[in-house]
T-cell receptor, first 117, second 115 residues
Framework: GAGVSQSPSNKVTEKGKDVELRCDPISGHTALYWYRQSLGQGLEFLIYFQGNSAPDKSGLPSDRFSAERTGGSVSTLTIQRTQQEDSAVYLC???????????????FGPGTRLTVL | AQSVTQLGSHVSVSEGALVLLRCNYSSSVPPYLFWYVQYPNQGLQLLLKYTSAATLVKGINGFEAEFKKSETSFHLTKPSAHMSDAAEYFCAVSEGYSSASKIIFGSGTRLSIRP
């Protein structure tokens, strides 16, 4: 594909329900990032994958949040028992490689807008 | 739709020199504007943001940005560069003002600091 894709683009759910957000990175990109953006707080890093492993989960806000990546490609971010404060735009980004000491250019997806009622 | 243009994919300055990273946005209504920084091997972090209060916004690590409506610009500056400023910088604009408004990122500018 031409870029990072995310689905759904919009998701409205009721408090307490589980949601799954999907990210399809650019083919061949080994690094994948999830971010959460809410206007009052700016962009918040959630989790980073290198291949299928997640060396940095430091940003996950609670144990209701989890993410996995299979086949070094598609990633799913799952939020269990959603709360209203989970409402935000969830961004996924991928980059071509992990360069120790270097700066990787991240290519961002369009985001999933999550609204928890 | 909102868009952001960052002029220069790579900027190199000497340590102690002025840093100027350019950002222009397209909007008929003053948006919320952000600068993010990505240090090596780390995720993005917010550097500063403009939310229609003061036009000169001060951020972390000595950076500041000035919102100029007449020029639709939000350039990032720092009077004296430090080696630790080497990173990639992203300008971003919000599509709206609600808590779930999407932000649009620029393509990024890689800042290198020469000793």
């Amino acid at each position: 594909g031409a870029g990072v894709s995310q689905s759904p683009s919009n998701k409205v759910t009721e408090k307490g329900k589980d949601v799954e957000l999907r990210c399809d990175p650019i083919s061949g990109h080994t690094a994948l990032y999830w971010y959460r953006q809410s206007l009052g707080q700016g962009l918040e890093f959630l989790i980073y994958f290198q291949g299928n492993s997640a060396p940095d989960k430091s940003g996950l806000p609670s144990d209701r949040f989890s993410a996995e990546r299979t086949g070094g490609s598609v990633s799913t971010l799952t939020i269990q028992r959603t709360q209203q404060e989970d409402s935000a735009v969830y961004l996924c980004a991928s980059s071509p490689q992990w360069t120790s000491g270097g700066v990787d250019t991240q290519y961002f997806g369009p985001g999933t807008r999550l609204t928890v009622l | 739709a909102q868009s952001v243009t960052q002029l220069g994919s790579h900027v190199s300055v000497s340590e102690g020199a002025l840093v100027l990273l350019r950002c222009n946005y397209s909007s008929s209504v003053p948006p919320y504007l952000f600068w993010y920084v990505q240090y090596p091997n780390q995720g993005l972090q917010l550097l500063l943001k403009y939310t229609s209060a003061a036009t000169l916004v001060k951020g972390i690590n000595g950076f500041e940005a000035e919102f100029k409506k007449s020029e639709t610009s939000f350039h990032l500056t720092k009077p004296s560069a430090h080696m630790s400023d080497a990173a990639e910088y992203f300008c971003a604009v919000s599509e709206g003002y609600s808590s779930a408004s999407k932000i649009i990122f620029g393509s990024g500018t890689r800042l290198s600091i020469r000793p």
